[in-house]
């Protein structure tokens, strides 16, 4: 967990942003490609598509209809765009002896939907007697997102912590190397909070912050914290031995006004409503364990 320990002359007075319950958590980095699927026909031109989607009985028709719709959208922009090859991260939590894997970012694309016009209703078919077929089809025009890397093309390599392995009561430091002007913000993800009731809220804006709030970066080289208002300090629970957890760096080309606690749900909706050439992010594990 990071406290934000405000300076107000002697005074010291600590804000805590994120209060994490976590017990055993193991962090991993893999690589995610998103597959082409090659069930998607085209129909005598004319941009017309067809998908076919086989279901059992454990959902409604309609709703396996509708991820047939999602698949044969997804699978156009992937067939007429390409893949966009990111190295993303997945976290693997330990909490209660109950394993769970996340993956961190949706599905990266690279174009989207400009006209989908459903030709006629759903064909439902029985494959067999537990297996059902929903056919969709559609006329799908889709437009392709430029390949711009000259936006932050290095952002991941660009974001150095000053430690990996903390200590409880170390100050957590940063530095950014921006390679052109961008917006940056950074973040801190606790995994294991979204094994608890009611997906809390486990991402947490460390900056920009109501004591550092500028975070419009020109090419040159920033530190955060980068004024002598605050710290980060990195805590842990009473409870707690030690604790594995991510900060998440993020550079876009234009401004986004990100609540200061959001539930991992908001976060990725939010970033997956954001086009790839328009932004960058770093994903950085570090621990913290009890003095």
């Excluded at 999602?70 to 067939?79: A, G, S, T």
């Amino acid at each position: 967990m990071i406290a934000i320990r405000k300076k107000i002359f002697s005074l010291t007075v600590t804000m805590l942003l994120l209060s994490s319950c976590s017990q055993e958590v193991l962090i991993q980095e893999s690589v995610k490609i998103t597959p082409i699927n090659q069930i998607t026909k085209i129909l005598g031109g004319n941009n017309i598509y067809e998908h076919d989607y086989s279901f059992d009985n454990s959902i409604s028709e309609q709703e396996a209809c509708k991820t047939a719709e999602k698949e044969l959208k997804q699978q156009q922009i992937v067939n007429q765009c390409g893949v966009q090859d990111i190295e993303s991260v997945s976290v693997l939590t330990i909490f209660n002896n109950d394993e769970q894997f996340y993956n961190f970012m949706r599905e990266r694309i690279t174009g989207e939907i400009k006209l989908f016009n459903k030709q006629g209703e759903w064909t439902i078919d029985r494959i067999t007697p537990n297996r059902l077929k929903c056919t969709v089809k559609a006329k799908i025009e889709v437009v392709c997102h430029p390949r711009d890397t000259s936006f932050a093309p290095l952002f991941a390599d660009s974001i150095t912590l000053n430690k990996r392995n903390f200590i409880e009561g170390d100050q957590l430091k940063i530095e950014v190397e921006s390679e052109n002007n961008l917006y940056f913000y950074l973040f801190q993800y606790s995994p294991d909070l979204t094994n608890t009731k009611n997906d809390k809220k486990n991402f947490v804006r460390l900056f920009p912050n109501q004591l550092d709030a500028d975070n419009y970066f020109k090419k040159g080289t920033y530190k955060i914290p980068s004024n002598n208002k605050y710290d980060l300090l990195l805590t842990l629970d009473a409870n707690e031995i030690s604790t594995n957890e991510l900060i998440v760096a993020l550079a876009l080309r234009k401004g986004v006004p990100f609540k200061r606690a959001m539930t991992f749900a908001n976060f990725n909706k939010i970033l997956s409503g954001i086009k790839l050439v328009d932004r960058r992010e770093a994903h950085i594990p570090y621990s913290v364990t009890k003095r």
